[in-house]
């Protein structure tokens, strides 16, 4: 079987070598401008077009992230670009999750226990002992329980604070209250209210684009915190500002931008109260993802199906 590598700004032939001593009888090869030979696989991330289109009998591209958005943009700008009978599969956890948990849990006990204003009052040289904000009105909210989402929460629940979820369709999670059904529909707004942190997980689709906007910002508790670690395009910026300057929101982490890296000259940086991550709360672990895509190509080539295969007309 032939399998395409593609993965900017990374040493191409640590992952080439890991690929081929999981998948022994593969022929493998990194992608080259111009190279529009057969391939049974892709395993990518943010690929050229040219990788993907004209591309007829490619079974499946895998991408080394859990986010599709880049892909799926290429196929909405140009249709066609992905091979029409392709599938595409993402990354399901393989070691984000834990990662993802300990970022929330980390953003969750410093706001709850005011470390970001400790940090702001040591800056002014000044001494004074914060109350802490009561545990059981610090009401967590978060967007999405995908397959990282649930882990967070759960993750968040056992910090002993409140913690409810929204997602698309109906979820259960023990010890969580869960709501579901469209964005900015009732259910939506009945979620949202009473929320202290809201934490976003959600795919980036034509859905959820700006989805942390000046509305919402308006349901949480009065001076709410936001952390944002899913996509840039989810956050309408000018409305995070906003809602800081005049106390809407307390403070805000943000893992993810709609321009990667952050522009030095951006506003962000110079905003004391929020704190800037460069899109490094889960980073893909490289074994844990070839052992991953190994498993699935197996799987593929032994004419079985596999999970997280994307729903393309979904979006994720
Ligand atoms: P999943 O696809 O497993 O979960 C997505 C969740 O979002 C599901 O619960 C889904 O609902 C919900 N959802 C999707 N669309 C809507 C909508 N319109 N309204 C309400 N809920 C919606 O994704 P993952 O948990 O694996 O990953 C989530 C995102 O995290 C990724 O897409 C990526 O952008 C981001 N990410 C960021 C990383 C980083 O380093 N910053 C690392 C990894 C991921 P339902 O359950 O009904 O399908
Ligand atoms: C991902 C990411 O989607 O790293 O996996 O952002």
Redesign the pocket.
Known sequence: MKILFWLPQADASTWLHGLARALPGAELREWQPGDNAAADYAVVWRPPRELLSARPGLRAIFNL?????AILALEREQPGTLPRDALLV????SG?AD??CEYVQHAVLRYLRRFDDYALAQARGEWHVLAPHPRETFTVGV????????QVARSVAALGVPVRG??????HLDGIATW????HGEQ?YAFLDGVKLLVN?????P??ENILDARVFARLERGAYVVN???GTHLAEQDLLDALADGTLAAATL??FREEPLPPDHLFWRETRITITP??????LRDEAISQIADKIEALARGETVSGVVHIE???
């Open positions: 992230g859990a986010g599709v958005d993402r990354l399901e956890d984000m990662q993802m967007l999405g329980l995908g397959v990282l989402g649930a929204f997602s698309r369709s109906a979820r579901s059904g469209p964005l939506f997980l959600l795919p980036a689709t859905d959820t670690v899913a996509r893992d993810v899109h490094s709360s889960a980073l893909t979904r979006g994720y």
